[in-house]
């Protein structure tokens, strides 16, 4: 109990950092990408396939996209640690069910 | 203030609509981060999440191909979602094992969904939407905190997957027990579908699976259930970042809006609970539902 008390406060603190993370690199992003563009008229009625600009952006979602993913991969490591196989297995699954996503997603 | 924004944003909104051709992006961005805190506030006080509500504002308001909206929402699904979910966890409200065995429907359901939404037309999308938004806002007003009655069956697989657990109370900790985990990981497997397919955390569904299918206590399922949006919203997420869903000049200012209005949100409602509000936004969001569906049809979306 006390071991998985632990490991939910860890969890915790993953998401909470990941997403604090995310949010400066959004706001520093948002701000580059205005200056740049900001003087441009909007085309978002009109679906053209987005690509994320290299840098504070990019860096900004991918880190939020990661944030859950650590969250699982850490999780995996926590229940091998408690010996609880069948939860190894199961967040194993959902790892590779992220990872399905990412990978298909990206070859296409 | 609630008002105040969300007066504000409406007046902003018109304003974009009728001068339409002198918004650059910079003006753009800062409308729609506006009109995204209001959806967070929004979002947060009906317990519907802020993405269910960015979706509409983003299509009917601004005029976005719902691709983008959706995609927007997506990426501010998972920072509200992992934002809220920190404190529930660490308060030990969430259960993590019924959560994690449960990704593995949802996010199942959300590559089935993401990859679908890459494929059916938007006009198709839209409809879905606005059913779905209809009945996510139907659930979230009859949803009411209670204490399960724990008086079905012993469930082996509750047994075998060690998904019984305890909740802080007044008192200190008491136990609950999971009933029916079949049921409830088919139907997370549809919510799981339903927020890949539109973008959306689809939490309300994912309440109704562990609150009314599986018989945890409703505080237990909506704080397993945000905890769980993130995961799910992730394993759509590559997808969406590979079709090109993910407008960055759109997806920033949105995820930044919704995470503060959803904070704010969350706030309000721990100090005062108004039961005349939760039943005003309702409406506003049946409304935007049906608008949805009207346009969808219509083939203006």
Known sequence: M???????????????????????????????????FGGATPDYRTFHPAKLPKGWLQAAILMLIFTPVARVAFSVYAFARLKDLPYVVITLIVLALLAAGWFTGHAA | MRSLIITLSSATV???????????????????????????????LTGLGGGVVIVPMLTLGFGVDIRYAMGASLISVIATSSGAAAA???????????????????????????????????????????????????????????????????????ARLRLDSQMPVATGWQSYRVHNVGGGFALMGVAGALSGLLGIGSGAIKVLAMDRVMKLPFKVSTTTSNFMIGVTAAASAGVYLGKGFIEPGLAAPVMLGVLAGSLVGAKVLATAKNQTLRYIFSAVIGVLAVQMIYKGIAGRL
């Open chain 2, 14 to 44: 018109r304003n974009y609509r009728t001068h339409n051709e002198r918004v650059n992006i910079a003006e753009f961005s800062l409308l729609v981060w506006l009109g995204s805190i209001a959806a967070g506030l929004l979002g947060a």
């Open chain 1, 2 to 36: 006390e071991n998985e008390r632990r490991m939910d406060e860890t969890i915790a603190g993953i998401l909470r950092l990941g997403v604090s993370v995310a949010a400066i690199l959004a706001v520093i992003g948002i701000a580059i990408y205005l200056k740049s």
């Open chain 2, 88 to 158: 529930f966890v660490k308060e030990g409200y969430s259960n993590v094992r019924v959560g994690m065995f449960l990704e593995i429907a949802t996010c199942l359901g959300a590559l089935a969904g993401a990859y679908l939404a890459t494929r059916i037309p938007t006009s198709a999308l839209a409809i879905v939407f606005g059913f779905v938004l209809l009945y996510s806002a139907y659930l979230s007003l009859t949803a009411k905190d209670h204490i399960a009655e724990d008086t079905g069956p012993a469930e082996p697989w509750a």
